[in-house]
């Protein structure tokens, strides 16, 4: 009996198997024979075209320093950015709010109309040194010695002309309130025969304060305003004064006042600016001395000084006739 275990056209369909369904005619000489023959695409070498890179591990505290860093060099740019920034519009709020400078105002005097410069000496003011020199110039010395003289002659005019200008004239320093009108402030550091003082107009509260800068002590009374002009009249007089354009009523008005005992205890009723002012000094009420409160005698202390200042209209001077009793009350000697 035979038995057939293999067909006939078998070993034909396996040899039509075995070829591979795509060949690679191109590198068909260089294959590996253990690659996959049905592979589409050759193995590439990953090494030649890419580059790779090791990143170091970060430690968590760098990055917090690192933020921290970071951080406090914006808070502090943003600081100072904001610092000019605020300086800068405040300086110029206080320069368009606050007008400030120094005018030489003249003493009362019988002219009105008192020359700068004397007709003495105007007289004798030296001429040019090279017309001195035209004149002698025979030897070196005695150009020297006119040239020397002439200089003599010119610091001893100026120094004249100092002392004329300190008898006629006496200087304040003006600070002015222009954007709301409720301050000024008036440096008369040397008033004729009087002490250094400081005025404080308050048009707030309607009140002058006078601080005694070598005494130490301050004194409030009623602000007049028909002496006082408002800061904005104030600035124009100072204006046309300057310009030539005004010329001022000099004329001296003198008032006796009297300090009240004991000192103001309430400071805020001066108000901010004179309690700015009189900070760590007494302040005294003035009273105005005439024949009513007196009884027509009037004690003065010996020795008292006045304090004068310009606001505006004449020349006012206050006379503080017990200035010394204030003085002991304040523990200060008067200079």
């Not at 030649?48 to 320093?65: E, F, Q």
């Not at 100072?80 to 709010?97: K, W």
């Not at 550091?189 to 003082?197: E, K, S, T, V």
Request: with cysteine.
């Amino acid at each position: 009996m035979t038995v057939i275990t293999k067909a006939i056209g078998e070993k034909k369909l396996a040899d039509k198997m075995e070829r591979p369904l795509v060949t690679d005619t191109e590198n068909s000489g260089n294959r590996d024979p253990k690659a996959d023959p049905e592979a589409q695409h050759p193995p590439r070498d990953m090494a030649g075209h890419y580059l790779i890179l090791r990143r170091p591990h970060l430690n968590p505290h760098s990055m917090t320093l690192y933020c921290l860093i970071f951080t406090s060099l914006l808070g502090m740019s943003l600081g100072v950015l904001g610092g000019v920034c605020i300086y800068r519009r405040y300086a110029r709020e206080q320069m368009h709010r606050f007008r400030t400078g120094w005018y030489s105002i003249p003493y009362e005097r019988s002219d009105n109309k008192m020359p700068f410069v004397s007709d003495e000496l105007s007289a004798g003011l030296p001429g040019d040194t090279d017309f001195f020199k035209s004149l002698a110039r025979d030897t070196e010395q005695e150009a020297l010695v006119l040239d020397k003289s002439a200089q003599t002659n010119i610091r001893d005019f100026l120094q004249q002309q100092s002392k004329i200008f300190s008898k006629n004239f006496f200087r304040e320093y003006f600070e002015i309130d222009l954007e709301n009108e409720r301050y000024e402030r008036i440096d008369v550091p040397d008033f004729r025969d009087g002490r250094q003082g400081r005025f404080i107009h308050d048009f707030n509260v309607n009140l002058t304060g006078i601080i005694d800068l070598s005494g130490h002590c301050c004194f409030v009374m009623p602000l007049n305003r028909d002496r006082v002009l408002l800061p904005r009249n104030m600035y124009d007089l100072l204006n046309k004064m300057y310009n030539g354009y005004y010329e001022l009523n000099t004329e001296v008005i003198r008032k006796t006042m009297r300090a009240v005992f004991p000192a103001i205890e309430d400071r805020e009723s001066v108000g901010t600016y004179i309690g700015r002012e009189c900070e760590n000094m007494p302040i005294y009420q003035l009273e105005k001395i005439n024949s009513t409160n007196t009884g027509g005698m009037v004690k003065r202390s010996i020795g008292g000084d006045v304090f004068g200042h310009f606001a505006g209209s004449n020349i006012v001077e206050y006379d503080i006739i017990n200035i010394n009793e204030v003085q002991k009350k304040s523990g200060m000697n008067i200079n």
